[in-house]
């Protein structure tokens, strides 16, 4: 009969998001994780097989409770798909008075020329957020929100970009002026994207 496991894998997963968001993978050593998560080696072998099964594991599980999370009440909830939109960059913008340790999906997509195999991670997160921003903006110009003629793929991933560069300035620790002149940018651009007409045949 097996040993009962006396230790909870959700909060294990918590403790190491904190961990290597603020260490990234490179920085966070095996010490680092048995005191961050509690788990001795033997634990972490038989559960994650080493520390790279858990910090692919602690990224997925990052996607899925807070990007996509993210996504769902910023970007597909909000009734006022532009002010959802504003609101998605403003909340990571106003992080609280300690300093912020950035997003685990972008951390990992600057630090991934040494981790080949977070590329997938990184790839789906990045898809769900424009994703998101497609879904957002698609609603506004049914709503008459933006030009009639907005380029929505191309917006959304001129928006990704946006995005994911602000998330850099934050954990640069650049002042929150220019952070939210960063946001107004961002939104402001919104509509100068317009899908390119098909020539005719004729012209």
Not at 18 to 31: D, E, K, M, P, V
Not at 127 to 152: K, N, S, Y
Not at 174 to 197: K, Y
Request: glycine residues 10%; negative net charge; charged residues 20%.
């Amino acid at each position: 009969m097996g040993r009962k496991q006396l230790w909870d894998q959700d909060e294990v997963l918590a403790s190491a998001m904190r961990l290597f968001r603020h260490r990234g993978y490179q920085g966070a050593s095996l010490r680092d994780i048995e005191e961050a998560t509690g788990l001795h080696p033997g634990s972490l072998y038989r559960t994650f097989g080493n520390k790279d099964g858990l910090f692919h594991a602690a990224l997925d599980a990052y996607n899925e409770r807070v990007v996509q999370g993210r996504v769902r009440v910023h970007l597909l909830e909000p009734a006022d798909p532009l002010a959802g939109i504003r609101s998605f960059f403003t909340s990571a913008v106003e992080t609280g008075a300690e300093p912020d340790p950035g997003c685990l999906l972008t951390n990992t997509a600057v630090e991934s020329f040494t981790l080949p195999r977070a590329a997938a991670g990184v790839h789906h997160g990045l898809a769900a957020i424009e994703g998101g921003f497609a879904d957002a903006l698609t609603r506004a110009r049914h709503r008459g929100d933006t030009p009639p003629d907005l380029d929505v793929a191309a917006t959304a991933a001129h928006l990704l970009a946006l995005y994911q560069g602000l998330l850099v300035l934050v954990r640069a620790g650049l002042p929150r002026t220019t952070l939210h002149g960063v946001t107004d940018g961002a939104i402001a651009s919104i509509g100068s994207l317009r899908t390119p007409r098909k020539q005719d045949d004729h012209e």
